[in-house]
């Protein structure tokens, strides 16, 4: 199973979102958490609040999907000095500003690597214990501190863990919505999503691409007569036998019931002719198989293409089944 991908933290889809506990949190914090009336301390408010207005506005409008994961750590980094600043400024390790502390540690839990989790993780110790240390706070304050060191890495770890656990569903979920059940090949949905990829490519790259629809014959008459296990029987073994035929380049897909559908990327018409009399030339338990082959024109949709490819299909099947037709 290939690895869940992580969302980064500053992708713009929903970044207000997401970005919106560290204002919240703050603003709450301030109305509601009294201040000392000393200047010095003062000042250390003002700091802190234009700290996080900066990074609310960092956070914003940056272009932070050009930048590296660890550039886009920074902003939640940073949060811890607008922790430090409000602390001091309210009376230091027994400040009500403590919890705020935990913010950086669930942005990151949440979107972060889990080195960036760790360092979140050392900043939010440093930023609990290093005023008790610098400044000769009482020796109680480090059993406080303690407490919130540990709340911190539990809550971390424990939603980091979450995240990669639903990702990894998430991913399986996936997955599995791409795949035919029956056959394991790229189901239509995910062929659908393959023919547009592969066109911009050729497109790019200046080569050919075919397209070719295969039909099983008289595969509803097999149905009928021996059951729906062994026609499942014989989608299976077809595609395995056609899907190890083809170049790793190629893309197969069941395209519904007893229909298949192919991209050739690199492949003029007549290559893609020969590729299939070679996929009809193998398919297994004494099976027929109409094909129809369409070339791309370098211009027309996908639509378009695969409607050529289609009325080839029903060309070869009105000539009498078990033959490849070539679209005009």
């Known amino acids: 199973m ?58 914003m409008f940056a272009p932070w999907e050009r930048l590296s994961g660890w550039a886009q750590a920074a902003p ?129 790259d200046g080569k050919p691409l075919c397209v070719a629809l295969l039909d099983l014959d008289d595969f509803k008459v097999l149905n009928d007569e021996r059951g729906h296990q062994a026609g499942d029987r014989v989608l299976k073994e077809c595609a395995s036998a056609w899907a190890s035929t083809l170049r790793t380049t190629d893309v197969i897909a069941r395209f519904g019931g007893d229909e298949f559908s192919l991209v050739l990327p690199g492949c003029g018409l007549e290559d893609a002719l020969m590729l299939i009399e070679r996929l009809r030339s193998v398919t297994p338990l004494g099976q027929t198989v109409s094909a129809g082959v369409a070339g791309w024109d370098g211009l027309e949709p996908a639509a378009t293409l695969v409607a050529r490819a289609d009325r080839a299909l029903y060309e070869s099947k009105r000539s009498g089944r078990d033959c490849t037709a070539a679209a005009r």
């Open 76 to 204: 939640p980094l940073a949060f811890f000095a607008v922790v430090a600043l409000l602390r001091d400024a309210q009376g230091g390790p027994s400040s009500a500003y403590t919890p705020l502390v935990l913010l950086p540690v669930f942005w990151l839990g949440l979107y972060g690597t889990p080195a960036q989790l760790v360092v979140a993780l050392a900043g939010a110790a440093a930023t609990l214990t290093v005023p008790i240390a610098a400044l000769h706070y009482p020796v109680g304050e480090w059993t406080a501190a303690a407490v919130w060191i540990g709340v911190a890495a539990f809550v971390g770890i424990a939603i980091h863990g979450l995240v990669r656990e639903l990702r990894g569903r998430a991913a399986l979920l996936e997955a599995a919505s791409r795949i035919d059940f029956v056959t394991g090949l790229d189901n239509r949905g995910a062929w659908e999503q393959a023919l547009p990829r592969e066109l911009a490519r050729a497109r790019r």
């Open 2 to 59: 290939q690895s869940p991908a992580r969302i980064r933290p500053f992708n713009h889809d929903g970044l207000s979102r997401r970005a919106a506990p560290f204002a919240a949190a703050t603003l709450v914090a301030l109305a509601f958490v009294h201040l000392q009336a000393d200047a010095g301390d003062a000042l250390e408010a003002i700091a802190a609040v234009s700290l996080t207005a900066v990074i609310l506005a960092a956070i």
